[in-house]
């Protein structure tokens, strides 16, 4: 293998550490979801009553809220908030978006381990005809 083919391979296995970097930061985020709150009074006005700021991950959040005797900070668990309100979200896409973003993790490592053994390593046996 010449020193182009493996400068690639490597190159490869540096772009496999840079996407398992970034998923594992998106799954351990606290802001996958973002939002501010606003309450207005029961007539309708244009002055809010109360204000906020939410965001959560897949793991834990935080609720800001304003209700006019300064800003209640509440930190939550996302698994039990699940666990009390149904209606939260979906119980089935949170359990497959973990899921799928750690099999992504998973096929990730293997893909940075198996570019570092194609660039040290040379094939010596024919495996479905050609060398690997």
Request: with cysteine; glycine share 10%.
């Amino acid at each position: 293998m010449n020193l182009r083919e493996r400068s690639i391979i490597f190159v490869t296995f540096l772009i496999a550490c840079w996407a398992l970097a970034l998923t594992a930061g998106g799954l351990g985020t606290k802001y996958w979801v973002v939002s501010s709150a606003v309450r207005y009074d029961s007539n309708g006005s244009e002055f809010s009553i109360s204000s906020g700021y939410i965001h959560f991950g897949l793991f834990e959040g935080t609720w800001k809220l304003d209700s006019g005797y300064g800003e209640r900070i509440e930190n939550k668990k996302i698994l039990e908030i699940t666990y009390l309100d149904s209606t939260f979200m979906v119980k089935g896409l949170y359990n497959a978006t973990i899921g799928c973003v750690t099999a992504s993790l998973f096929f990730g490592i293997i893909s940075a381990l198996l570019a570092i053994v194609n660039t040290a390593t040379n094939p010596t046996e024919p495996i479905c005809h050609l060398p690997g």
